[in-house]
């Protein structure tokens, strides 16, 4: 009997997308685990799933090889419905450890470039993430490779957000260049999953409300905090008239956005987003705006597509 039967179709589908092999079986007995590439010539990380124990399953993360010697191992266990958080969860932590990794690399030998010749010192990517990109003489550059979630994060916002594609990506890891694909920034890839990826922006938000957080459990009072916040950094807002729940804001020439709160129920709230010409600027504003009132378990997907999950919106 497979005791994995039930949670094969999660993992197997998990695995395809980071461009893994699961294997069945070690020693004889069954076992499912598949591998993630890190930096030449020597690394390499493993993903192993546990059989599932009066309805809850476990999951490492650890290295099998590094080129510095570290031994890296971590651990997670959740309720069997919540594999896939599971899965994003320790492949997170692979990427984490491959960018720390990489501090002991010269910055100009690391994954995240800036091409030579193309900047335009427009200090974008300094005053997003400051502590990853440096201004030069006649263009900026990587000063360190990013190694936290954050500043991964905050680093995939700066290709983004900047004026010209000169920041770059030539690493292999499968997950942010799965990200890089769904945000329309493929070709930034030097060896992309495929240039013709379509992109797939995300659009809702779903989120908890933490004992630290400033927030109150009702949508409306959400979408009241955040009208008046928006109003209070220089947007434009719509009066709430008989919309109290949906937010219209606008940050040039009165084009707006909209912004919808729902209560999702089980504690966790929601935020939908519409807007027809700067989507993905929104979702970052609607981002930074919910990081900033200590909300958890941030959660983005793309309506319709509920294999777009992803605790980042890019």
């Known amino acids: 009997m497979n005791p994995f039967a039930g949670m094969d179709p999660t993992i197997e589908e998990y695995v395809k997308a980071n461009g893994s092999t699961l294997f069945t079986e070690w020693a004889g007995e069954p076992a499912h685990f598949f591998h993630l590439p890190g930096h030449p010539p020597f ?33 997670w266990e959740a309720p069997v419905q919540d594999l ?4 994003v969860k320790a492949t997170r932590a692979v990427q984490v450890w491959r960018n720390c990794l990489q501090q002991n690399l010269p910055p100009s030998d690391g994954d995240f470039y800036v091409e030579p010749g193309c900047c335009l010192l427009c200090g974008v990517p300094e005053n997003i993430a400051p502590e990853i990109f440096e201004t030069g003489k006649n263009h900026c550059f990587v000063k360190r490779q990013p190694c936290l979630p954050d500043e991964i994060d905050r680093t995939v916002k700066a290709m983004w957000s ?8 030539r690493g292999h890891d499968a ?48 979408a009241s905090v955040f009208r008046a916040d ?65 909300v958890e378990n941030i959660h983005w997907e793309a ?12």
């Open 43 to 75: 690394e390499c990380f493993q993903v192993s799933i546990n059989p599932p124990r009066a309805g809850r399953v476990a999951v490492f993360a650890r290295s099998i090889d590094t080129n510095d010697g570290s031994e890296l191992e971590e651990s």
């Open 84 to 87: 896939s958080s599971l899965l």
């Open 162 to 169: 900047s004026e010209v594609d000169c920041i770059r990506y």
């Open 175 to 222: 997950v942010l260049l799965e990200r890089l694909a769904r945000a329309g920034m493929a070709d930034q890839a030097d060896y992309p999953l495929r240039l013709d990826a379509p992109a797939g922006l995300r659009n809702r938000v779903s989120f908890g409300i933490s004992t630290e957080s400033s927030l109150s459990t009702s949508p409306a009072l959400i």
């Open 230 to 294: 928006m109003v209070a950094s220089g947007k434009t807002v719509l009066p709430a008239m008989f919309g109290r729940k949906t937010v219209w804001v606008s940050w040039f020439q009165n084009r707006f956005h909209l912004v919808r709160f729902t209560d999702e129920g089980a504690g966790r709230f929601a935020a939908r987003l519409r807007s027809s010409i700067a989507l993905q600027g929104l979702a970052w504003l609607v981002d930074d705006w919910l990081r900033t009132k200590n």
């Open 303 to 314: 309506t319709g597509d509920p294999l777009s999950g992803s605790p980042t919106l890019m």
